[in-house]
């Protein structure tokens, strides 16, 4: 079950990210892509990916805490740091961005020169609400926070470095390798982490 989970969040994180642009305008490109008529549908599938690898997906009011603060947290785009990686790569010190239009507002001057910094504290709080959400229940889910900020710098600091090998995967999938990665190391990260605190 849990390689199921690790292969969904990876499906899960290219859909959020922009879709499938292989598969057109198809009734399955649109289901994951969040498409009309299926706007919240990657982003609720997700966060129950995250619940069940936590292992929380058939608790209830908990499951849906759980999912509705990874659709918050996930939400926002940040996509700044990602391409000053891309152009410079995964250096922990950069230049700033040459264009402040593409700085976020949570941007100071330490995450304008740090992306891979930048990039842990967007992981971490993609997984926040989780956490503020699931403390009502007696629970502390620090997991996805944790694995995203791990899973985020490491998969586009092994993405600029992998583009130099050209590699052999259809192009229209090298936009979203990133995220499609990003999504199975964090899941993996995930599945890890049960397992360990199941043994305790």
Request: charged share 15%; with cysteine; aromatic share 16%.
């Amino acid at each position: 079950m849990a390689l199921v989970l690790i292969f969904i969040s990876a499906i899960l994180d290219r859909a959020r990210g922009g879709g499938f642009i292989e598969l057109g305008n198809s009734l399955p490109a649109r289901l994951l892509s969040g498409k009309r008529p299926f706007p919240p549908t990657p982003h609720i599938l997700y966060g129950w990916a995250v619940a069940a690898l936590c292992s929380y997906g058939w608790d209830g009011w908990l499951t849906a805490a759980i999912i509705l603060g990874w659709v918050i947290g996930e939400r926002p785009g940040w996509g700044a740091p990602i391409g000053q990686i891309r152009r410079g790569g995964p250096r922990w010190t950069l230049p700033p961005d040459p264009n402040p239009e593409r700085y976020q507002l949570w941007f100071g001057d330490f995450m304008h020169r740090h992306p891979l910094a930048a990039l842990a504290f967007r992981g971490a709080f993609w997984g926040l609400p989780v956490l503020l959400l699931a403390l009502p229940f007696g629970v502390v889910v620090w997991e996805p926070a944790a694995a995203m900020a791990v899973a985020m710098p490491v998969v586009e600091a092994a993405y600029f470095w992998l583009q130099r090998y050209d590699p052999p995967w259809p192009r229209s999938w090298r936009g979203g390798w990133n995220e499609f990665y990003r999504g199975g190391l964090f899941g993996t990260l995930l599945a890890v982490e049960s397992a360990l605190e199941s043994l305790q």
